[in-house]
């Protein structure tokens, strides 16, 4: 978090620091939102402002994980060529300041063969990378390679801290041979004297696992974790819909609760149990700051100003709209169908961005008029995302868990 002061002139706008401006896509006549959350002021980025790319190198996968969407998709299985990836660099080039190029999506990255000289092209655009990865095929010379690349971030899945809940989660994962992979990467920095890649940990939390994450905390400490990301598992199948840690509070609304203002804890054993009665139950109490921590109604990927774009060069707003595939919600089988604005292959990234339907569907989301799905859930229309009860035409947003909080992506 970074704090700067803005100023209120005599006609009663506000001004803000010029770098901040810049950082957040505020160039004039832009459009932003602001929330007012108690006596604090959010001022979300502009939907305008392209700030990150989620680029997928390939849908292969070395794994076969309980939680990933391509069990219950038909898709086929594809590498992104030189082509497509050129008209990437093209469009990151084009862009009026460098954006955050994460390599990513539904298949792991360093299946790809080509996928250091990805990296290495995308640095040379001056972007900030980074990587998310199972850590599986991180072997001394791909983890040189990071290193004197200048990748900026590393992002390693790992869903528990013992084997045995590793591989129960990452079907054929050896969680000892990424932990070697890891502690190899940390030596290997320490060496170089380097700070870079920044290593971060993404852990999908289910009732199956949530007891090791004490300890996949710790990982701080041993392998040099900077950052970790806690999310909810995506349930693809009735099993995960079973794992799932939200099924009571799905339904449940932030802004119906009564407020709590609550001072800076003390996180104790002492503590620990009157914390946990405060902010248990369906009808819990709402603790002042947490509609700022964790906003409902908000899709993450316009807030960061994200796109996405797929294998084949398809250019999608968001990663649970890159491919076709079927969720739970509640108890009823949802539908995604994919949506994409355009193809590489067609127009640059620029032309797409600019696109009238991909802006309106920026604004749409930005005010998030659409129904209250993961609430409600009580019709047929809520099967799939190709209409709602607001007469919204495809895609419609109100039964994402991404946007209600629920799920979330480095």
């Known amino acids: 978090m970074t704090e700067s002061f803005a100023e209120v002139d005599e006609g009663g706008k506000l001004k803000l620091p010029i770098e901040l401006a810049a950082a957040l896509g505020l160039a004039p006549g832009t459009r932003v939102k602001l929330r007012q959350c108690g006596d604090r002021l959010i001022l979300q980025g502009a939907t305008s402002h392209l700030a990150r790319i989620y680029v997928e190198p390939t849908t292969a996968c070395n794994l076969r994980c309980r939680t990933c969407i391509r069990n219950v998709w038909d898709e086929p299985i594809g590498h992104m060529t030189a082509a497509n990836f050129a008209a990437v660099l093209s469009g990151i080039r084009a862009l009026p300041a460098p954006p955050t190029v994460i390599f990513g999506g539904f298949g792991e990255p360093f299946v790809h063969p080509d996928l250091l000289d990805m990296l290495r092209e995308a640095k040379r655009t001056e972007a ?4 998310i990865t199972n850590g599986t095929l991180l072997d001394e010379a791909r983890t040189r390679a990071l290193i004197d690349l200048g990748v900026d971030g590393l992002w390693v899945s790992m869903d528990g801290a013992s084997p045995e809940c ?36 993404a852990f999908v939390a289910m009732k199956r696992n949530l007891a090791e994450l004490p300890e996949v905390l710790k990982l701080e400490y041993r392998i040099g974790a900077r950052e970790f990301l806690v999310t909810h598992v995506y349930p693809h199948t009735e099993e995960l819909l079973a794992e799932a840690l939200y099924r009571r509070t799905i339904g449940d609304s932030l802004r119906s609760r009564s407020r709590i203002r609550l001072a800076r804890p003390e996180f104790t054993r002492e503590t620990a149990w009157i914390l946990d009665a405060m902010i248990k139950g369906h009808y819990g109490p709402r603790i002042e700051g947490l509609e700022a921590l964790w906003p409902v109604d908000t899709c993450p990927f316009v807030l960061r100003g994200s796109t996405c774009v797929r294998w084949d060069g398809q250019i999608s707003p968001c990663l649970p709209l890159l491919h ?26 620029h032309s797409v961005w600019q696109a009238p339907a991909y802006v ?43 946007a209600q909080g629920f799920i979330r992506c480095p």
């Open 166 to 201: 590793y591989a129960g989660v990452r079907v054929e994962g050896d969680l000892a041979a990424v932990m070697a992979n890891l502690e190899r990467l940390r030596d290997v920095k320490i060496t170089l004297r380097s700070q870079l890649p920044r290593l971060g940990i």
């Open 360 to 402: 309106a569907l920026r604004r749409r989301l930005e005010e998030f008029d659409f129904p209250p799905c993961t609430s409600c859930n009580s019709c047929e229309l809520a099967d799939d995302n190709q209409d709602d009860c607001f007469r919204n035409g495809p895609p419609t947003c109100g039964g994402c868990l991404w």
């Open 324 to 349: 076709r595939h079927t969720s739970y919600l509640g108890r009823r089988l949802r539908t995604s169908q994919a949506y994409t604005f355009g193809s590489l292959h067609e127009r640059d990234l």
């Open 128 to 131: 900030r990378v980074e990587v």
